[in-house]
């Protein structure tokens, strides 16, 4: 039972232009959220993170936004360049510890 | 560099052999863990460490073992391998965030 989804498995983006990845959770306990970017035949890293006490979170061209009530999570990063071309994985956890990934979506940035 | 190491890179079983796969962190982390990464169903994670001397099963333990051999070393056993555990295994130690290693792609035959 995926308790972290992210239903688009890829996103197509103009560079310049806008990317929004989506991430949706089914537990209103988890308390802190990440997204992480993986290239090809390189670990997962960090990204971003947001605790459950905010509802945005802004690093230069990253900005996560947390939806409670709608247990809803997404990424924005503006603009868009070819060198985020990636998966990302929006993860949440309770307390910190135990961390649920999303299966991830495949950004493409067309120069 | 601090970080997560993983060893092997790469490797290539047949049913039935069995394999360790070696994590070291140098972050001082209590926390650290084991994923699978598999097309279509993201990191799924078979065991952590919550501390040394502890370990705990997670949502895919059944077919492996692990040993938090020391704070720095957590260790991922295969008895026997089978071609269902063919999959990239990411170990990663946590503080308030994962820090990953680069990743081990397990084939097995």
């Known amino acids: 039972d995926q308790q972290v989804k992210q239903n688009s498995p890829s996103l197509s983006v103009q560079e310049g232009r806008i990317s929004i990845l989506n991430c949706d959770y089914t537990?209103?306990?988890?308390?802190?959220f990440l997204w992480y970017k993986k290239y090809p035949a390189e670990g997962p890293t960090f990204l971003i993170s947001?605790?459950?006490?905010?509802d945005k979170n802004e690093d230069g061209r990253f900005t996560v936004f947390l939806n409670k009530s709608a247990k809803h999570l997404s990424l924005h990063i503006v603009p868009s360049q070819p060198g985020d071309s990636a998966v990302y994985f929006c993860?949440?956890?309770?307390?910190?510890?135990?961390?649920?990934f999303g299966t991830g979506t495949s950004l493409t940035v067309i120069p | 560099n601090a970080g997560v190491t993983q060893t092997p890179k790469f490797q290539v079983l047949k049913t039935g052999q069995s394999m360790t796969l070696q994590c070291a962190q140098d972050?001082?982390?209590?926390?650290m863990y084991w994923y699978r990464q598999d097309p279509g169903m993201g990191l799924r994670l078979i065991y952590y460490?919550?501390?040394?001397?502890?370990?705990d099963k997670g949502e895919v333990p059944n077919g492996y073992n692990v040993s938090r051999l020391n704070k720095r070393e957590f260790s991922l056993r295969l008895e026997s391998a089978a071609p269902s555990q063919t999959s990239v295994y990411f170990c990663?130690?946590?503080?308030?965030?994962?820090?990953f290693g680069s990743g081990t792609r397990l084939t097995v035959v």
């Open positions: 993860a949440a956890a309770l307390e910190g510890n135990q961390f649920y």
């Open positions: 537990n209103s306990m988890f308390d802190y």
């Open positions: 947001i605790s459950s006490i905010k």
């Open positions: 972050m001082n982390h209590n926390s």
């Open positions: 460490s919550a501390s040394e001397g502890t370990t």
């Open positions: 990663a130690s946590n503080n308030y965030g994962y820090t």
